[in-house]
């Protein structure tokens, strides 16, 4: 049976829908993480690898695999795009598939085409729109070491610097730093930062911090609850740095949202969509990024027939 398969890579988990001409999903594989820049180049090639055998003990063998559409966390320039193409060629997939960023999939998910915005908050954060015309906007996205606004990682780093200045006498009072340390699992000040100088500590294990700060906004936690407020603003201000460069004079502009900020912690996402509601026709998505990828696949195979 001829079928393609969508692929949606992030930096903590893969995952892969394969379907039939006709857009049946015939089975779905999940992995790890398959940011290159992450876990490097010879992983991520295993990775996908290892999905297409997996695939392959469903059924569905490569040799009728027709076309592999990948949104890949981390892959923003030429030379990712380089380095992920020959990491598939080496598959044997050369011609067999087309490369994008996860934000592409996901907006393609969310309002069925590419065309409109979409932003992504999960570990990290992207704002990046499709216009009328074709062209590509783009705000964030670009790591948490100088980017990344209003993202999980953003909030867990806000707990940690201003819990810090509080024990300091330089914040307001919040319960945050006995929450991180308990929710860690350890019970000193040098131990919290060990924990963050640690060089194993990855961004993902600092970014589920946001727990913390979720359940002390809950419980009243003034800091907390700012935190959450400031996140929902940095995300906004990424939407509207997309709105003014490339949709200033659309008629109708769509916005789509997605990542666990926005669709799991209410206070974000009705600040966000509240803020944004006059500007632009605004929901969350519950749909999946990769069935955006398998629309793409698809189109792919109607539009170049058997490849």
Not at 241 to 267: C, D, M, N, W
Request: glycine share 10%.
């Amino acid at each position: 049976m001829e079928w393609v398969l969508g692929i949606d890579g992030g930096g903590s988990k893969t995952r892969g829908w394969a379907a039939d001409r006709n857009g049946i999903i015939l089975a779905k594989v999940e992995r790890g993480a398959s940011n290159h820049h992450v876990i490097g180049i010879v992983k991520f090639r295993q990775l996908i690898s290892d999905m297409l055998n997996e695939f392959a003990a469903t059924g569905l063998e490569r040799s009728d695999l027709r076309f592999i559409s990948l949104g890949l966390a981390g892959v923003d320039r030429q030379q990712d795009k380089v380095s992920i193409g020959m990491s598939l060629d080496d598959l044997g997939l050369k011609g067999h598939y087309s490369l994008c960023n996860d934000s592409e999939i996901a907006l393609v998910a969310g309002i069925g085409k590419l065309e409109g915005i979409v932003a992504i908050s999960g570990t990290g954060s992207i704002a990046y729109g499709v216009n009328a015309q074709g062209e590509c906007f783009r705000a964030g996205g670009w790591g948490h070491v100088v980017s990344d606004e209003g993202s999980g990682y953003y909030i867990a780093r806000q707990a940690l610097v201003r819990s810090i200045k509080a024990a300091e006498g330089m914040e307001q009072p919040t319960m945050l730093l006995a929450d991180i340390l308990t929710f860690l699992q350890i019970t000193s000040f040098d131990d919290l930062i060990t924990f963050i100088y640690h060089p194993q500590t990855t961004k993902n294990q600092v970014a589920v911090l946001t727990e913390v700060v979720v359940s002390a906004a809950a419980n009243g936690d003034v800091v907390a609850i700012a935190i959450l407020k400031d996140t929902a603003d940095q995300i906004i201000a990424l939407i509207e740095a997309i709105i003014t460069r490339g949709f200033a004079t659309a008629p109708e502009i769509k916005v789509v949202l997605f990542g666990s900020i926005l669709q799991k912690i209410p206070q974000v996402r009705e600040r966000v969509i509240a803020k944004l509601q006059d500007k632009a026709d605004i929901r969350c998505s519950e749909a999946e990024p990769v069935s955006g990828a398998v629309i793409l696949a698809l189109q792919a195979l109607n539009k170049f027939g058997k490849v």
